[in-house]
């Protein structure tokens, strides 16, 4: 569950930096540093990010601007694995195996390789009992029309009184001859 973000990994022109374009906004116009060793407070998904980066191990620091992502690596240490954490900040849940694969791997057979005489048949109906049409009266239906016949509210009436009134008014304007002055 979750969308997994896209992300380019861009190499640095200084040696231990590596960038991390991604296809939508982290931090919006904000700019956050964070830096190994501090406790990262929050729960936006900058701080998240960040906490995760730093787990890895490695990371000497993490900024983050917009959609850009740059971490910088401690000496000795490459940037393997973490374009794929980028890509997972909003997925919820990883990914499970197959569950056919599961149970082959555990030795367990599928519906598909049950043997046939183990495979359990759907009962037959008896067929009197099916050409049988039993036919009840639905009580439900009688209620229903009885909600779609509504009395009419006393406030609806004098509206409608009133707007016919206006109508009236209008029509006999209508017919008078116009006063020439």
Do not use: C
Request: proline share 7%; hydrophobic share 45%; aromatic share 4%.
């Amino acid at each position: 569950m979750g969308q997994s973000i896209v992300v380019l990994e861009k190499p640095s022109s200084n040696p231990g930096v590596v960038r991390f374009e991604t296809n939508r906004a982290i931090t919006g116009m904000g700019h956050e540093r964070y830096v190994a060793g501090t406790e990262v407070w929050g729960h936006r998904p900058p701080d998240e990010l960040a906490r995760r980066l730093l787990a890895r191990g490695g990371v000497a620091g993490v900024q983050i601007n917009g959609n850009v992502v740059t971490v910088d690596l401690e000496k000795g240490y490459d940037a393997d694995g973490l374009k794929e954490i980028v890509e997972n900040l909003y997925r919820f849940y990883p990914d499970q195996p197959a569950a056919p694969a599961a149970a082959v791997e555990a030795g367990e057979a599928t519906a598909d390789e049950a043997p046939a005489d183990e495979v359990a048949e759907e009962p037959v109906a008896d067929e009197a009992a099916a050409d049988e049409v039993v036919e009840e009266p639905v009580a439900e239906e009688s209620a229903v029309e009885e909600l779609a016949v509504e009395e009419p509210v006393a406030e609806n009436a004098a509206v409608e009184d009133a707007v016919a009134e206006d109508a009236a008014v209008v029509d006999a304007a209508a017919d008078e001859p116009e006063a020439s002055a």
